[in-house]
């Protein structure tokens, strides 16, 4: 089974709206971390934000904000005010085995990606 | 900070060649990963060290493919001999025990002819 599933392969928003990028989940551990990173065009992955599966509070980081719904296995993020910088790819992960970080270590498991553009 | 360094950025060899990819991670970072991007695949995880020891090199596609880090500043990742299909863009990337992000580097780009 796949542990981060991302249903969007692309997805389309109007400069200065709000678009939420879908990502789910798959995981037993009751620890565990999601990450969401940005891939622009020119190909780097940039860090944007972290849930930790024992935060209290959704995780908001600027314009970005992760809507965390730990019963459903979810952890959409949301993009406020999109920007024309914004259109690159954007990936969805996960760690596992948190509690056991010093022994298994930090493994990311990626999801497949969606693809933003964003039109003036 | 310069950020995790990958060199070289672009590389271009034929089928059997030995190729060899080089990464400097962020300065106090624990842990150092070896990442694969393709376009059937997605990212995958190849191999990742803690303190310079591989802790798990289970997605290290076979015998082909070899990684080393010989001290906390520096690491390989070898393929030897390269085929077409290991062609892909490798990322490395480290973070720290204090961190939960990865931070990565910009990727090298392996074109095996």
């Known amino acids: 089974a796949q542990k981060i599933t991302q249903t969007q392969p692309g997805m389309f928003v109007q400069e200065k709206e709000a678009v939420t990028l879908d990502c789910t989940y798959d995981?037993?551990?009751?620890?565990?971390?999601l990450f969401w990173y940005k891939q622009p065009s020119s190909g780097e992955m940039i860090f944007l934000i972290y849930?930790?599966?024992?935060?209290?509070q959704n995780a908001t980081e600027g314009r970005y904000s992760l809507n965390f719904q730990k019963a459903r296995k979810s952890a959409n993020l949301v993009i406020s005010a999109s920007q024309l910088g914004d259109s690159a790819m954007y990936f969805c992960?996960?760690?596992?085995?948190?509690?056991?970080?010093?022994?298994?270590?930090?493994?990311?498991?990626f999801g497949e990606g969606t693809q933003l553009t964003v039109n003036p | 900070d310069a950020g995790v360094i990958q060199s070289p950025r672009h590389e271009v060899t034929e089928m059997g060649q030995e190729v060899t990819l080089r990464c400097k991670p962020i300065?106090?970072?624990?842990?150092l990963f070896w990442y694969r991007q393709t376009m059937m695949r997605g990212l995958e995880l190849l191999i990742y060290?803690?303190?310079?020891?591989?802790?798990?090199d289970s997605g290290m596609p076979e015998d082909r493919f070899s990684a080393k880090m010989p001290n906390a500043s520096f690491s390989t990742l070898k393929i030897q001999p390269s085929e077409p299909r290991d062609s892909a863009v490798y990322f490395c990337?480290?973070?720290?025990?204090?961190?939960?992000?990865?931070?990565f580097g910009p990727g090298t780009r392996l074109t095996v002819l």
């Open positions: 995981t037993s551990d009751p620890s565990y971390g």
């Open positions: 300065s106090g970072h624990d842990y």
């Open positions: 060290f803690n303190n310079n020891v591989p802790i798990d």
């Open positions: 992960a996960m760690r596992e085995n948190l509690a056991m970080r010093e022994t298994s270590g930090s493994r990311l498991t």
């Open positions: 849930q930790g599966s024992y935060d209290q």
């Open positions: 990337a480290s973070s720290s025990r204090l961190n939960n992000e990865q931070f």
